[in-house]
């Protein structure tokens, strides 16, 4: 996947304001040429971390863990039918609630079949701007990620969700 890697510097421009983080993002997105409810898994989350990299969010400081990317994998039936849901997420802490958290994400379904249904559940989490490269090191040898790649998706979502 390719994004900046470890020698990111640091983010230029004002902080995002946490309840324009989705915004935000679609429109760094869009000024990359992507799609993030069409364009493919790897390109989307390529964006998602670059997004990460490059824009900070007001008040949020990374190394306090107020900023952090969480990917989770795994097969659920929600009352729909199983699917194997792959979600980016950018989880940034609330200004209304101290200890809340605010989430932006990147929901892959595909159907739960074949290597994906084998593969268990799991997430991994990120909490440095400067580490994005080894994140990405990281999305590049995930087994769901590899399994995923090439399959068409059920669906494709990105929503925010504010905290309590």
């Not at 421009?13 to 493919?40: H, I, K, Q, T």
Request: overall charge negative; aromatic content about 10%.
């Amino acid at each position: 996947m390719e994004v900046a890697g470890n020698d990111v510097p640091p983010a230029g421009g004002s902080p995002v304001n946490p309840r324009d983080l989705e915004s935000a993002f679609r429109e760094f997105a869009g000024a990359a040429g992507v799609d993030p409810v069409r364009d493919p898994l790897s390109r989307v989350f390529a964006t998602m971390l670059r997004f990460y990299a490059e824009v900070r969010v007001q008040g949020c400081e990374p190394g306090n863990d107020e900023d952090m990317l969480l990917l989770d994998w795994g097969s659920y039936d929600w009352g729909e039918g199983r699917a194997y849901e792959i979600d980016l997420s950018r989880q940034v802490s609330s200004p209304e609630d101290p200890g809340g958290f605010w989430e932006l994400h990147i929901l892959y379904r595909f159907p739960s079949t074949g290597d994906l249904a084998a593969i268990p559940v799991g997430n991994d989490w990120w909490g440095s701007p400067g580490l994005v490269g080894e994140f990405a090191q990281a999305l590049e040898s995930n087994p769901a990620l590899a399994a995923a790649a090439g399959s068409d998706p059920l669906s494709i979502e990105t929503y925010f969700e504010p905290g309590p």
